[in-house]
């Protein structure tokens, strides 16, 4: 990560800054990287925030041009590629440890919103294995200080949850190490969430880095903060509530209790973190389910030519995907592939491929002067969508409905388009 932000433009802030509500205000203000480097009350700490707030940050981290984002993830999928165990004395963050530690007075947990007033950790990873296959998993999890050296961590019904429940059941505890601090094609990895993937070879495919082994889990050695410890599989508490990729606020739920059993971290580390709810957060959730959908719509037609998924839909509920039409019919398909691949999917709205799907101006236009609703507009009732959308009631139970802003094949083609003055 200290490479990486070296290599952009950073916003510094010198001025002494509160974790209470005051460092999450400057994240609200402005979307481009803060680098805070006097933290009240944790001298030696700096905290970062917004590391991988746009799709140029995350590309300029893969080493990848924007407009290959999509495709070059999609291909990395197919590829993960074998990351090299070093002795554990070289991994920075060994140089220093603490037992049990109390959290609290160790770490700058941030309080991100007025209403309830909770210590979190927004951009923690936990890595873990899968007790039957020995499979690693990386995922961000978000955290809330419960007390002492514990914090109550949300496991939504993914991998980790997968490891949770098989340990639990065998009567055992779940052991984790959580990261925080981390390189942007490491936070891309953890974000996605693919059949059979170990994450961290994923970022092998676009990163250079090496691992340590602590306590039988891979981790990587330029990690800021580590923390060893354990899932307890016997002992929930209330989580929340929490603000998610709709800006509005998750439910209160039982969540199960991680104990700390050892703190590591590099000198002068640097706290990473994600604002609930904000451009970074929708944004790493987003990203990843592209390739997913692109892969699917090249099912359906191999002249896809993009896809996204749009910041006025979450990142999550409504995606735009442009295609060459070949038959009548196909913008439809592909807007059916689209909402099979990524259930949490509302609309779907689908552009020829001169459409620029990242101007909102662009796709209105095409709807504006390519569709005629009667015929362009599917609405499929009461099918199981995103539980974060407040209109389904939280239920997941939701309306979804597809677009098909494309040319009829029986017209004009320069009839649609727009006048190109010489």
């Known amino acids: 990560m200290r490479e990486f932000l070296e290599s952009i433009e950073v916003q510094r802030v010198s001025k002494r800054v509160s974790t209470k ?48 984002l999509t495709s070059a993830i999609a291909s990395a999928l197919e590829k993960p590629r074998s990351y090299e165990i070093i002795d554990k004395e070289r991994a920075p963050f060994m140089e220093n440890f603490k037992r049990n530690p109390e959290l609290l007075e160790c770490l700058p947990l941030l ?57 639990a059941e065998a009567g055992c505890d779940t052991p984790v190490v959580i990261i925080c601090g981390s390189h942007p094609s490491i936070c891309l990895a953890a974000a996605t969430s693919y059949p059979n993937l170990n994450e961290l070879q994923l970022t092998r495919a676009f990163h250079k880095f090496s691992c340590v082994r602590l306590g039988g889990i891979d981790v990587p050695i330029n990690s800021e903060v580590v923390m060893m410890g354990r899932i307890l599989q016997d002992e929930k508490v209330e989580e929340g509530p929490f603000v998610d990729l709709t800006g509005t606020w998750d439910a209160i739920r039982q969540e199960p209790v991680l104990e700390v059993e050892g703190l590591y971290m590099r000198r002068d580390p640097i706290w990473q973190v994600i604002l609930p709810g904000g451009e970074e957060h929708r944004l790493l959730m987003g990203l990843p389910q592209e390739p997913r959908i692109y892969r699917a719509v090249q099912n359906i037609t191999p002249e896809v030519r993009r896809v996204v998924l749009t910041p006025g839909g979450c990142n999550w509920l409504h995606a735009i995907v442009s295609i060459r039409k070949r038959v009548e019919g196909e913008g439809k398909n592909v807007g059916l592939a689209a909402l099979a691949a990524h259930p949490s999917l509302k609309l779907v709205i689908v552009v020829d491929e001169d459409i620029d799907i990242h101007d909102p101006m662009s796709v209105e236009w095409a709807i504006a002067t390519r569709l005629q609703p009667s015929r362009g507009i599917v609405i499929i009732p009461d099918t199981h969508g995103s539980t974060i959308d407040p209109s389904s009631g939280k239920t997941g139970l939701t309306g979804k409905w597809i677009i098909d802003a494309t040319i009829p094949l029986d017209r004009k083609k320069e009839d649609f388009m727009k006048v190109q003055e010489l």
């Open 21 to 68: 509500l005051e460092i999450s205000e400057y994240l609200r203000r402005y979307t481009n990287p803060i680098l805070f480097e006097d933290v009240e009350g944790y001298p030696g700490f700096r905290i970062v925030g917004n590391l991988c707030a746009s799709r140029a940050l995350i590309a300029k981290g893969l080493g990848v041009p924007e407009d290959e």
């Open 111 to 167: 309080m991100y919103y007025r209403r309830m007033e909770r210590f979190y950790t927004s951009a923690t990873i936990v890595l873990a294995r899968d007790p039957e296959t020995g499979r690693q998993n990386a995922s961000f999890h978000r955290m809330m200080y419960v007390g002492g050296n514990r914090f109550a961590v949300r496991i939504v019904p993914r991998d980790l949850y997968s490891f949770y429940r098989k340990n």
